[in-house]
Structures are given as C-alpha cells and as structure tokens.
C-alpha cells in the first residue's frame, strides 16, 4: 500500500515505529496530540469522519474491530481494502501485531529486517532494564491520569512486570485503585502523563504518600508504555534511570 489510514492511535503508533510512517495519511485525534504534516485528523478512535477518510482515497485502512456492513461496503465500492488488526492488550501480544504490520507493508517474504529491528528492539531493551531492576525493590505507581494508575490486568502491566517493576496496580483491574488503596500502596516513585505531575504532587490527600514527600513524581510518555507503541523503549529505559536515582 501507498496510502494507509490507520483507525486507532496504537496502529498509527506502531506504524511510525516500524518506520513506515511516510505512507500513513490518516490517523486519529488520540495519536495527533500535535499536527503531523501530511496525516489528516479523521477523528476519534470511536467516531471515525468517514467522509474524511474517502477524501483521502486510501489503499488500506486498519480498523482495531469488525466494521459495520453499510461502511464495508462503502470501503468496497471505492476499492480501499480493510484489514481489521485487533489492538493488543497482552504483551505477548505485542510480536504477532507488529509482524501483521510489517508483512502488510512490506509482503510475506520481505518483511523481517524491519521486523527485527523494532520489535527485536522492544525485546532487548524490556530484558536489559529488568536485569538494572533486579534487586532495586523501589514501588512504582504508573498514572494514565493523576487518580488512575496503570494495572496488572493491561498491556502496560504485563510490560511493567517483563521489565521488572514492583507495580503498586499489579494486583488490580481495569485502571482501578482507589483513593485508599493509591495511598495505602504508598509508591516510592510516581510516573504520569506530561502536565500532570502538578496535580498529583499538589493533592492533598497523596502528601503522606513517599513518592510525593520526596518529589519523586516524573514525567514520561505514559501512552507509549500503555500501548507498547513508539518511544517504548524510551520510556523503559527513562524510567529505569529515574529509578536508580531514587534512595
């Protein structure tokens, strides 16, 4: 394909990633934090401008789900093929999508060395910063926003886990801890989204939390560790560094 249209911020994430991004001119709002040149805003993940993405005349579009018939159809009768790619949420699930992505642009037998480089990336960096994590026994908190911490049962999870982080969600579900169980868990290093460290570290009732006491609140890109998506290693290994200065 020479034009792409990716419907969810992690296919337009791990496209980038993959270094294909010169073929992409759709994307939606939750990847376009910042305007791309080349790549139109299509709108949400959930509510996709169909209108914009037939303007674009694309040769494929991603879709994270079944799309319904009446859109297929559409899809069909102006020639743009559809290829449905479940979004993961194991990171086990990580390989097989960034394989699916490079064999879709690159073809079943020419597919590897961009393959390689990416996700064999991934898999050296998550067992390179859970070797510098062994033995450092620090509670990480990993907020998506100030009161909802990154949990056991999402792909961010599982990330934290192979990586070798002491996760104060690990036990949890569903983006879900309470205030109390927040504070009862008592992180000793506190990572959120760009902009939030203010609010987590001016919250009155996390004061008595170690990680606030000690200004151990940073920031990081948490959506690429959320998605596995570009800057995952990055992140990883910021993260892996902000903890080895933490006494």
């Known amino acids: 394909p020479q034009k792409v249209v990716a419907f969810s911020e992690q296919a337009a994430s791990a496209i980038f990633a993959l270094g294909y991004d010169s073929y992409l001119v759709g994307a939606p709002a939750e990847f376009l934090e910042t305007e791309i040149a080349g790549i139109t805003n299509i709108g949400y993940t959930r509510f996709v401008d169909f209108e914009k993405v037939y303007d674009l005349k694309p040769d494929v579009v991603i879709v994270p789900g079944q799309l319904e018939a009446s859109y297929l159809e559409s899809m069909k009768l102006r020639d743009i093929a559809v290829v449905t790619l479940e979004t993961p949420t194991k990171y086990s699930e990580i390989g097989p999508y960034y394989l699916a992505l490079s064999k879709l642009f690159l073809g079943n037998n020419n597919y590897s060395e961009a393959y390689d480089a990416c996700y064999g990336e991934i898999q050296r960096t998550v067992k390179s910063v859970k070797l510098l994590n062994s033995g450092v026994n620090k509670k990480v908190g990993v907020f998506v926003e100030p009161d909802f911490p990154i949990t056991g049962d999402t792909l961010g999870g599982e990330a934290l886990k192979e990586a070798g982080f ?9 983006y879900m801890m309470s205030n109390d169980e927040i504070i009862a868990a008592n992180p000793d290093v506190i990572f959120c989204n760009i902009g939030d460290s203010e609010a987590i570290l001016s919250k009155e009732s996390y004061k008595t939390i170690t990680a606030v006491k000690n200004a151990a ?23 892996t560094t902000y903890l080895s200065k933490v006494k």
Not at 166 to 174: A, K, L, T, W
Not at 224 to 234: H, I, K, P, R, Y
């Open 166 to 174: 002491n996760n104060i969600g690990e036990g949890f579900e569903y």
């Open 217 to 239: 609140v940073y920031e990081i890109d948490v959506s690429a560790l959320a998605f596995a998506a570009e800057g995952f290693t990055a992140v990883l290994q910021d993260m």
